[in-house]
C-alpha cells in the first residue's frame, strides 16, 4: 500500500532518527494523526516480519531504520 511504501521511503532516506512530526508533514497525515502514522509503522514491520536484517527503532522523538 502506498503510504507504508511512502514511509519505508522516508525511513530509509534519512540517516538516523526520523522525528514523528517530520514523518507526519512529509506523508500526508495531520499533526493529530499520530496513531494513524503509529498504525502504518506496525503494519510496515508486520510486512517484514520477524526478519533481524531490518528493523525499525521507535524513539520518544521518532523512527530509525536499523540493519
Keep these: 500500500p502506498p503510504k507504508r511504501f511512502d514511509l519505508l521511503q522516508k525511513l530509509l532516506e534519512s540517516p538516523g532518527i526520523v522525528p514523528k512530526e517530520k514523518l507526519l508533514k512529509e506523508l500526508g497525515y495531520g499533526a493529530d494523526q499520530i496513531n494513524s502514522l503509529e498504525k502504518t509503522l506496525q503494519r510496515l ?21 536499523l540493519g
Design 45 to 65: 514491520r508486520e510486512d517484514f516480519g520477524q526478519d533481524e536484517a531490518f528493523r525499525i527503532k521507535t524513539s520518544r522523538h521518532g523512527y530509525e531504520v
